[in-house]
C-alpha cells in the first residue's frame, strides 16, 4: 500500500498551490479519503476529507472557502486545491485513506507528507 503525495513547495501568500496524492495496493474508490496538516509545534489537523461517494467536508473555518477537495476514482488519486494561501497555511501536508469492512474493522493509511511553505 502506497500514497504518495506532490505538489508541495514555497509559494507567496495569496498564491495557489494543488497537492495530489496518488494511491495504490488497495481499492482506493472504496475508501475515505483526506488531507491533514501539521506545523511544527502543533498537533495535526483535519483540513478535509472526502468520502467515498464524494461527499466532502472541510476540516475548519481556517481553510473554508479557501481550500477544496476532491477526488478521481479513475486515477486513483485526490488532490487539494488551495487558494488565497497564507503565512499560517505553512505544514506539512498528509494525504490519508481509511475504510471499514463490513464486520467494523478498520483500514487506515497515511502518505509521507509533502511540505507547503507560506513566505514572501
Known amino acids: 500500500v502506497q500514497l504518495v503525495e506532490s505538489g508541495g513547495g514555497l509559494v507567496q501568500p495569496g498564491g495557489s498551490l494543488r497537492l495530489s496524492c496518488t494511491a495504490s495496493?488497495?481499492?482506493?474508490?472504496?475508501?475515505?479519503m483526506s488531507w491533514y496538516r501539521q506545523a511544527p509545534g502543533k498537533e495535526r489537523e483535519l483540513v478535509a476529507a472526502i468520502s467515498s461517494a464524494g461527499v466532502k467536508t472541510n476540516g475548519g473555518d481556517s481553510v473554508k472557502g479557501r481550500f477544496t477537495i476532491s477526488r478521481d476514482n479513475v486515477k486513483n488519486t485526490v488532490y487539494l486545491q488551495m487558494n488565497s494561501l497564507k503565512p499560517e497555511d505553512t505544514a506539512v501536508y498528509y494525504c490519508?485513506?481509511?475504510?471499514?469492512?463490513?464486520?467494523?474493522?478498520?483500514?487506515?493509511?497515511w502518505g509521507q507528507g509533502t511540505q507547503v511553505t507560506v513566505s514572501s
Open positions: 490519508y485513506a481509511e475504510s471499514r469492512s463490513l464486520t467494523g474493522k478498520r483500514y487506515a493509511y
Open positions: 495496493g488497495f481499492t482506493f474508490s472504496t475508501y475515505a
